[in-house]
């Protein structure tokens, strides 16, 4: 049975495949419960939700007896965004196209298989009742990365992990018999200093985190989120095992124009972009991005052009585009931007914005 689900996994473009069993990950509840306790969990939370439902598939599926792990290498398919180009905003390399497609076709196929075959299956793909790097690690297709990503030999930490939980009795596999070694060298390569420790992330200091998280971003990781729009890679591209795959990869689809961003529609947002997890299905949060992105790419300029774009955003309907705006429109300076903040200021009746554009203006000052 194994050798069939693995070549389904194969066949379907798979990088990995693996067996483990539905038993509990020791250690892995616990480890959720303290980093949170610890501040570490960031606002999404995930998998944080429910600490012993994602370290124990059999709380969601009784009937668990095996867990098929399959992996899918993306990096060839997403390409590189290449140099910064001014203007440009910067998607990570995962989300320039919906690549959890091909991961979760493998998974279907293996749990039809199943099905077929007399026996129950369901697939768990970016879903918070597993956590998913552990049934990876266990199941022997990675091992876990200091930067708490899972990595095998020949791709690095460019997988997506997917998983099939069934109540066939699969023999189950050896954890790989690998690790980081003495290399760290995805923990200087964070631009906030997110990885505290050796496979420790404080999510709240992760730019990809952030990214995906409604509400204002943080003040002090603005202009560390330089032009990206969504997710960032910069661990993933200091991890050496996975710069050989890297270097293969050609100019890819990663970069966008932030103006016809900001100038697009809700709804061409949410057709164009929506494998993006995006909180309630609403695209402020790709404008608010596009925003900061703005702001760092064009700071010191004084372009007239991009502060007439950003100023539409100061007068939007949402305050907290306006209250980014602002941040963004004191970056980029000039002769009436001091003006045009204390106008804004003078007719905004949101506390928190009228607190980003008094920060804002005390800049210029």
Known sequence: MKDRLRDIALTHGCAGFGVTSAEEFPGVADTLRSREEAGLAGRKRFTYK????????????????????????YVQQSGSPGEAILGTGRI?????????????AAAEAIRADLLEHGYQAE??????????RAAAVR??????????MALD???????????????????????MQRNCGTCDACI??????????????????????????????PLELREAMGDRIYGCDDCLEACPPGRKLLATAEPGPGRID???????SDRYLLDRYAHFYLPRRRPRILRRN??????????????????????????????????????????IGGETVQALLEAHLDAEQVPETREEIEQALSGLR
């Open 50 to 73: 429910n600490p012993e439902m994602a370290a124990d598939v059999r709380v969601s599926f009784p009937w668990a007896a095996s867990i098929a792990v399959v992996s899918w290498s």
């Open 92 to 104: 990570a390399r995962f989300a320039t196209e919906d690549h959890y497609a091909g991961l979760r």
């Open 123 to 132: 697939v768990l793909v970016d879903d918070d009742r597993l956590v998913d």
């Open 139 to 148: 199941a022997g297709v990675a091992w876990w990365g200091k930067n708490t």
């Open 153 to 175: 030999p020949r791709h690095g930490p460019w997988l997506l992990l997917g998983s099939v939980v069934t109540d066939a009795v699969i023999e189950p596999d050896e954890p």
């Open 188 to 217: 200087p390569a964070c631009p906030t200093g997110a990885i505290v420790a050796p496979g420790v992330l404080d999510a709240s200091l992760c730019l990809a985190h952030w990214a995906q998280t409604a509400g204002s971003f």
């Open 258 to 264: 932030l103006i016809e961003l900001l100038a697009a």
């Open 290 to 331: 596009a925003v900061i992105a703005l702001g760092n790419a064009y700071a010191g300029t004084r372009r007239p052009e991009v502060l007439g774009v950003l100023e539409d955003y100061l007068n939007h309907d949402d305050p907290q585009l306006r209250a980014h705006s602002a941040w963004a429109i004191g970056r």
